[in-house]
């Protein structure tokens, strides 16, 4: 009864498998089209400020400077 044996056991285990796969189902075409459009826009303004560059100017002290 109590001799010497070798016992032999397998393991099985259970592994879920999940995947997923891209496949087209539909296709759609594209496309761009520019338009050009005008529009009026009217309201009153309550304060403007102008800042202007005027390079005239500046030749003109340029030009008295080296005289």
Known sequence: MFTEKVIEAEEHTEE???SKEARV???I???RQSVERSK????????????I????????S???DRR
């Open 40 to 51: 009026t826009v009217s309201d009153t303004v309550r304060h403007t400020e102008v800042e």
């Open 62 to 64: 340029r030009d008295r």
């Open 25 to 27: 189902t539909e296709e």
């Open 53 to 60: 560059e005027d390079e005239r100017s500046e030749r003109l």
């Open 16 to 18: 879920a498998v999940i």
């Open 29 to 31: 075409g594209l496309r």
